[in-house]
């Protein structure tokens, strides 16, 4: 059964990031939904809405409630999660969800529209 979880989540590729992005897998309930891991708690999952907020997405974490949304809300604007950055408006979660998103559904679709879609 743990090989049948692995195969179904994925580690974003964190080539391009400081931190150790978490596991993400889709939600299943609706497109867009992730399930993120918890990196300090490891039976912990937290819930990410990527249509939420404008398109900016949520997430269920602490850190999201008390201290990104917030910075949302008083910045007005958008400020990329990274380690130590101060004023975020998003979660190590949301990014993970965002490059997840990116490299499994976003990348493959433009590569379809690239190659050109067949007629169904």
């Known amino acids: 059964m743990a090989a049948e979880t692995a195969s179904?989540?994925?580690?974003v590729n964190d080539r391009w990031t400081e931190y150790d992005p978490p596991w993400v897998e889709?939600?299943?309930?609706?497109p867009f939904r992730y399930r993120v891991?918890?990196?300090?708690?490891p039976d912990l999952w937290y819930l990410v809405d990527l249509t939420a907020r404008n398109g900016h997405g949520r997430c269920s974490c602490i850190h999201f409630q008390t201290v990104a949304d917030p910075n949302y809300r008083?910045?007005?604007?958008?400020?990329p999660y990274a380690p130590k950055r101060q004023g975020v408006s998003e979660c190590?979660?949301?990014?993970?969800?965002?490059?997840y998103h990116h490299?499994?559904?976003?990348?493959?679709?433009m590569d379809r529209f690239k190659n050109?879609?067949?007629?169904a």
């Open 26 to 30: 889709p939600d299943g309930s609706a």
């Open 92 to 99: 190590k979660h949301l990014r993970a969800a965002w490059d």
């Open 74 to 79: 008083r910045h007005g604007s958008w400020i």
């Open 116 to 119: 050109g879609i067949p007629a």
């Open 37 to 41: 891991e918890s990196k300090s708690m």
């Open 103 to 109: 490299l499994h559904v976003t990348v493959p679709m």
């Open 8 to 11: 179904k989540r994925a580690k």
